[in-house]
């Protein structure tokens, strides 16, 4: 199974609001990264953020990290069209820096 | 600047038969990876390559085979394609320091796999 698991699996939102998504994972990492999926491309990188941070911003990206619960959230303020995108978290499998697991995905739409 | 370079980007195969899916980095980077997208879900690993010269297992390695052929090529191989094996496949790479350092993943276009 996968490690990481975003919720919702889907989110519909009007041009203009918030986008939050989460993402839970199992086992103890160094790092946990958000990406994007523009449909039928490779996936970009976002945002990194180390075990041992709670917060961290990028422009309008806003991502949280609770280790004691294994859980990260990724916000995204002011949602543009262009916003329209599969999310995903990646975290390492703690033991090995270089495994890195994707969940399971959240697909973003923003409606004009 | 190329990054990640994958062939073929399309393959049709019939089952039984075997292909090899080629990847190629140009950003000196220690590691690599085969993940596999069917529709509708997310990345599942096959395998990754932590340094030139070392593979190992990921989610769902069975029925494929990787060889790290130098520091900027893996390749993935299908010995005997299955229908299941239709999906799309991705390479990336990192630079993956050791100590637990984090790292970012640059990702190919993508290669699309039916197998029929």
């Known amino acids: 199974s996968q490690q990481g698991e975003e919720d919702p699996q889907a989110l519909s939102i009007q041009e203009g609001e918030n986008a939050t998504m989460n993402c839970s994972y199992k086992?103890?990492?160094?790092?946990l990264q958000w990406y994007r999926q523009n449909s039928g491309r490779g996936l970009v990188h976002l945002i990194l953020?180390?075990?041992?941070?709670r917060e961290k911003h990028s422009g309008r990206l806003r991502v949280t990290l609770d280790t004691s619960k294994k859980s990260s959230s990724l916000l995204i303020t002011a949602s543009r069209a262009a916003d329209t995108a599969s999310y995903f978290c990646a975290t390492d499998a703690g033991s090995s820096a270089s495994k890195i697991i994707f969940g399971s995905g959240t697909r973003l739409s923003i409606r004009p | 600047n190329a990054g990640v370079t994958q062939t073929p980007k399309f393959q049709v195969l019939k089952t039984g038969q075997s292909m090899t899916l080629q990847c190629a980095q140009d950003?000196?980077?220690?590691?690599m990876y085969w993940y596999r997208q069917d529709p509708g879900m997310g990345l599942r690993l096959i395998y990754y390559s932590a340094s030139e010269g070392t593979t190992d297992k990921g989610e769902v390695p069975n029925g494929y085979n990787v060889s790290r052929l130098n520091k900027r090529e893996f390749s993935l191989r299908l010995e005997s394609a299955a229908p299941s094996q239709t999906s799309v496949y991705f390479c990336?790479?990192?630079?993956?320091?050791?100590?637990?350092?984090?790292?970012?993943?640059?990702f190919g276009e993508g290669s699309w796999l039916t197998v029929v």
């Open positions: 086992t103890s990492i160094n790092n």
């Open positions: 990336a790479s990192s630079e993956a320091m050791t100590g637990g350092s984090g790292n970012t993943i640059y």
């Open positions: 950003m000196n980077h220690n590691s």
């Open positions: 953020i180390r075990s041992n941070e």
